[in-house]
Nanobody
Framework: QVQLVESGGGLVQAGGSLRLSCAAS????????MGWFRQAPGKEREFVAA????????YYADSVKGRFTISRDNAKNTVYLQMNSLNPEDTAVYYC????????????????WGQGTQVTVSS
């Protein structure tokens, strides 16, 4: 069992930056592939970024490529999402998720989810 708690969301102006953190419980965090997803009001939840268990592989949605960076610190049981050049279209609840067996953007394969953190970008 893995419990995930996101933090770092908030209100930021367009062009600004935020860093989200996702703290995981349990001693097996380093064996999980991790992902970030987001859900904007009235929209389906969508993939943002993923990182494999070692941190050696990353994968991004086209909409955030070049602006967002996913990373992890297995010693701290934490995965991060650095978000730069934010725009109002990035406004959403951001969720982190853990996948024991697969790496990628298919949210149906993720086993554990956090509660989410709100990111609001004002124009």
């Amino acid at each position: 069992q893995v419990q995930l708690v996101e933090s770092g969301g908030g209100l930021v102006q367009a062009g600004g930056s935020l860093r989200l953190s996702c703290a995981a419980s349990g001693r097996t965090f380093s064996s999980y592939n991790m992902g970030w997803f987001r859900q904007a009001p009235g929209k389906e939840r969508e993939f943002v970024a993923a990182i494999n268990w070692s941190g050696g592989l990353t994968y991004y949605a086209d909409s955030v490529k070049g602006r967002f960076t996913i990373s992890r610190d297995n010693a701290k049981n934490t995965v991060y999402l650095q978000m730069n050049s934010l725009n109002p279209e990035d406004t959403a609840v951001y969720y982190c998720a853990a996948d024991r067996h697969r790496f990628g953007g298919n949210q149906d394969s993720y086993d554990y989810w956090g509660q989410g953190t709100q990111v609001t970008v004002s124009s």
